[in-house]
């Protein structure tokens, strides 16, 4: 295990988690966000809780590698489906801002 991976893994979990924290504690702009976008208020639970679940898993990854990977994989599904949504509900200025979280994900994956 590198130091570059330790530290593309941290940061990558510290987003994830930040940004499954905002959506547990229904922070104004996400909420406004999620409303724009037509994801129903009944899913935000389990959106935070995955984006949540996948940034402990990044974590637990540096000792159990096998951990970490499916948690990278899932965030990724996770970020592509963000990309989907934002998409179809035609906000194309905010397509970057899953990739933003994404990228981080993807290149501790790919160090992995």
């Known amino acids: 295990m590198s130091i570059a991976h330790v530290i593309v893994t941290v940061l990558a979990a510290a987003m994830a988690g930040y940004s499954g924290i905002v959506v547990l504690t229904r922070a104004e702009w996400i909420v406004k966000a999620l409303t724009d976008y037509r994801v129903p208020q009944s899913w935000w639970n389990r959106l935070g809780a995955a ?62």
């Open 51 to 112: 984006k949540t679940a996948g940034a402990v898993g990044l974590l637990i990854g540096l000792f159990v590698p096998a951990i970490g990977i499916a948690a990278g994989i899932g965030l990724v599904l996770y970020f592509t489906g963000a990309v989907v949504t934002v998409a179809r509900a035609r906000w194309y200025a905010h397509l970057p801002f899953p990739l933003v979280y994404a990228a981080p994900v993807i290149a501790a994956l790919a160090l992995a």
